[in-house]
C-alpha cells in the first residue's frame, strides 16, 4: 500500500496580508506560513490506512519555493516515510489546473494507490487540485470524505452531502480522495520523530522540468477591499421610522 499525500504551505491564520505595490502577490516578508490544517488531517488519515492494512509507505508532496520543505519535515516528523519538494523559483498564487498537471506528472511514476489531500485550502480554498490530479492520472476520484475503509482492491468511503446528508460509496484503486477536515485527530510529532525525520530523504524536483499546461485562470490583482462607515438619519414619527427602518433591512441590507 503507497499513499502519497498531497501538502500545502500556507499563510498562518494570524498573520497580516499586505500586498506588494503592483498588487501581484502578498509581502510574504510579514507572514508566518504553516501546513494547510486539511492536510495534516489527510496526512493522518493515510498513516491510520497504512497501519490497519499491516503496512505500507506514505508519501508527502508539495508544491513551492523553498520554505516548503519545512512542511514536508514537518510531514516526516509525524510518520511519513519520505517526501518529494516540487520546487519553484517563485512564491505566486498558482492556478489549481496548471498545479495539478505537475503533480499528476510527478506522481505518475510513483504507482500510488491512493493520493490524499485535504479538501480545500485555508489562503484560496478552491478544492480543485486534488479532483483534477486524480483525473489526469485515470483515478477514481471523490471529496468531502468523513470517514475510509479499506476492502480488497477498493476503499468505501462516506461522503458528506448538503443539509447534513451523507452516502457511502466504494471507489476501485487507485483513487484519490479529498479528506475534511475533522475525520480524526492528527498525531503531533514526537521528539524521536522530530530527530528521525532530519534523516529522512526529500528529493527535490525542479517544477520547469515537467511539462504543464497553460492556466486557465489567472491573479489579476490583489488589494485590501476598502472600509466605508455609512450614517443615516431616519426621521419623522415613529411609526414612519420604523417603516423606513424595515425599508432599509429588507430593500439596502437584504437582511429580511
Given amino acids: ?3 502519497a499525500v498531497l501538502v500545502k504551505q500556507v499563510p498562518g491564520r494570524d498573520g497580516v496580508l499586505r500586498p506588494t505595490a503592483d498588487g501581484s502577490w502578498f509581502d510574504e516578508g510579514e507572514v508566518a506560513f504553516e501546513t494547510n490544517e486539511a492536510d495534516t488531517y489527510a496526512l493522518e488519515e493515510a498513516l491510520q490506512l497504512c497501519e490497519r492494512a499491516g503496512g505500507g509507505e506514505v508519501v508527502a508532496v508539495s508544491l513551492g519555493p523553498e520554505r516548503v520543505q519545512k512542511s514536508l519535515r514537518d510531514c516526516l516528523a509525524r510518520g511519513a516515510g519520505r517526501a518529494i519538494h516540487l520546487l519553484t523559483e517563485a512564491s505566486t498564487a498558482t492556478d489549481p489546473y496548471t498545479t495539478a498537471t505537475r503533480l499528476a ?10 493520493i490524499l489531500a485535504g479538501v480545500q485550502s485555508d489562503d484560496l480554498s478552491s478544492g480543485q487540485t486534488p479532483l483534477l490530479v486524480g483525473e489526469f492520472l485515470g483515478m477514481a476520484t471523490a471529496t468531502l470524505i468523513t470517514a475510509t475503509e479499506l476492502l480488497d482492491g477498493a476503499i468505501r468511503v462516506k461522503q458528506e452531502l448538503e443539509g447534513g446528508w451523507c452516502q457511502w460509496l466504494t471507489l476501485p484503486l ?12 492528527p498525531r503531533y510529532p514526537t521528539i524521536k520523530g522530530i530527530m528521525g525525520a532530519k534523516r529522512k530523504a526529500i528529493a527535490t524536483v ?27 438619519m431616519i426621521e419623522g414619527s415613529a411609526d414612519e421610522a420604523a417603516s423606513r427602518l424595515v425599508a432599509i433591512l429588507k430593500n439596502d441590507l437584504k437582511v429580511l
Fill in 174 to 185: 487507485p483513487a484519490t480522495l479529498g479528506i475534511q477536515t475533522g475525520i480524526n485527530r
Fill in 206 to 232: 525542479a517544477a520547469a522540468e515537467l511539462a504543464t499546461a497553460p492556466p486557465l485562470q489567472r491573479l489579476d490583482h490583489l488589494f485590501v477591499p476598502r472600509k466605508e462607515k455609512r450614517t443615516v
Fill in 105 to 114: 506528472a510527478l506522481l505518475k511514476t510513483e504507482g500510488c494507490d491512493l
Fill in 1 to 3: 500500500m503507497k499513499i
